[in-house]
């Protein structure tokens, strides 16, 4: 996928699969009643849009033999990083209701600007420290939002 | 009851006070805070502000009520401008040229747009409401499904519109976007829809964790790929010698002093409408 063209036809056949899985779903949509629309209508409607448009899509790249562009996708550490950033949004994300708002966020950012800015690990620990503490009087003292507090501030 | 000057006097007279204006200044201070947060908008902004309105007089209170939400409304624009996060459905097209002019260090003159069209736009449909409240309110009840069907359409138009050449592109995305919209309970007949038999998608994907995600994210990983902090290529030194100097970006006066009535209109319709329309 180093051009346009060929990125173009591998975008249309994953939207074309795209469209074949939300079919399959679309079809699995119990009814109980009979209806006038059914539930299943607008989802049957959508999936085979997404699966033209796919299919179009990857048809009119394969056709093109015009000036094709080069992507510049990231490279290997690029790569790594992304995959380091998302990793620990997702652990933010699934240790929010164990570890509470102010303690998850805690983490998050120390390790975020340690990794990401190669910042001093006191610096990360003190940034880390105020957001954490910040986000729990803010979102769970100020605003009232139900965050979970974790059991370091609950007591 | 007709209208009556008097009355509209007597609401000038009230709403001047300077206690009243003492808590519109709060109000929309407070709500200017809360709508910059992604995710909460006006609505639940008031809803969690409600309390500290309790304690007021109640015209004060109604009055702190609407600047918490006028301050919610143009709250949502100042991430979308500076870090590429709406934090509004109607804050979108403004994440779409107001963060291309921040990267350009033009973040100055994009807030201050925001904010001189923030009040004329909602200065506008006050004076509107005032004036026009018993035809609107008639309007309101002519307008029905097919109504709505149609406002529909056009909104989706609007967003295929943009996409300009790549019209199978901008379809696909729509339908995507649609397919999102479609998981949970059918209104009409209850029908899980594209839960796959979980009940965390029974209530269906929340729109701000969809625009979070799509421009959010997508930034922060551009971002830390490239190892650049956006903040840092935002010029927030011209900030202070940008601000009001609006007239300075090409065309700005038009479309800020355009009217923006559509009525029914979601605000998202509403600012893809004009945005287009400026094209």
């Not at chain 1, 510049?72 to 699934?94: C, E, M, Q």
């Not at chain 2, 800020?256 to 409408?273: I, N």
Request: aromatic share 12%.
């Amino acid at each position: 996928m180093k051009t346009l063209r060929s990125a173009d036809m591998a975008t249309g056949l994953l939207l074309a699969i795209l469209g074949l899985l939300a079919l399959w779903a679309s079809s699995s949509i119990v009814t109980t009643m009979e209806h006038r629309l059914s539930p299943r209508a607008l989802p049957y409607a959508v999936s085979f849009l997404i699966l033209f448009c796919g299919l179009g899509i990857a048809l009119k790249a394969w056709r093109f033999r015009g000036l094709d562009p080069e992507i510049k996708w990231p490279d290997r550490v690029g790569i790594h990083i992304i995959i380091v950033s998302l990793a620990t949004i997702g652990f933010y994300n699934a240790f929010m209701n164990l570890l509470g708002l102010p303690l998850a966020t805690f983490f998050y950012i120390t390790f975020s600007i340690w990794y990401l800015n190669r910042a001093k690990w006191l610096t990360a620990l003190v940034t880390g420290l105020i957001c954490g503490i910040s986000s729990y009087y803010v979102f769970i003292r100020l605003l009232g939002l139900s965050f979970p507090e974790g059991f370091f501030f609950k007591g | 009851m007709g209208f009556s000057w008097d009355y509209l006097f007597q609401g000038f007279v009230t709403a001047l006070s300077f206690q009243n204006l003492f808590w519109a200044l709060v109000g929309s201070l407070i709500g200017t805070l809360v709508g910059v947060l992604p995710g909460i908008g006006p609505a639940s902004g008031i809803a969690i502000l409600l309390p500290m309105t309790t304690v007021l007089p109640p015209t004060s209170a109604i009055i702190m009520m609407a600047a918490i939400y006028y301050g919610a409304m143009y709250g949502g624009s100042t991430t979308a401008i500076v870090v590429n996060i709406p934090g509004e459905a109607s804050s979108v097209c403004t994440a779409m040229d107001g963060y291309e002019m921040a990267k350009q260090g033009k973040a100055g003159p994009a807030l201050a747009m925001s904010a001189i069209s923030s009040f004329f736009a909602g200065t506008l449909s006050l004076v509107g409401l005032t004036f026009f409240a018993p035809l609107l309110a008639d309007f309101a009840l002519v307008f029905g499904p097919p109504e709505y069907f149609a406002l529909m359409f056009m909104g989706l138009s609007l967003i295929i519109s943009l996409s300009g050449r790549a019209l199978l592109k901008g379809i696909a995305s729509m339908a995507i976007g649609l397919m999102a919209s479609l998981i949970g309970q059918d209104p009409l007949t209850g029908a899980a829809r594209l839960t796959f038999g979980t009940s965390i998608l029974t209530a269906g994907v929340d729109f701000i964790s969809v625009i979070v995600g799509l421009f959010a994210i997508s930034e922060v990983m551009i971002n830390v790929e490239q190892r650049i902090s956006t903040i840092s290529r935002i010029q927030y030194r011209q900030l202070d010698a940008d601000l009001g100097r609006y007239q300075a970006v090409p065309g700005a006066n038009d479309p800020l002093h355009r009217g923006r009535f559509l009525p029914g209109a979601p605000p998202g319709v509403r600012s893809f409408g004009h945005y287009l329309r400026g094209l």
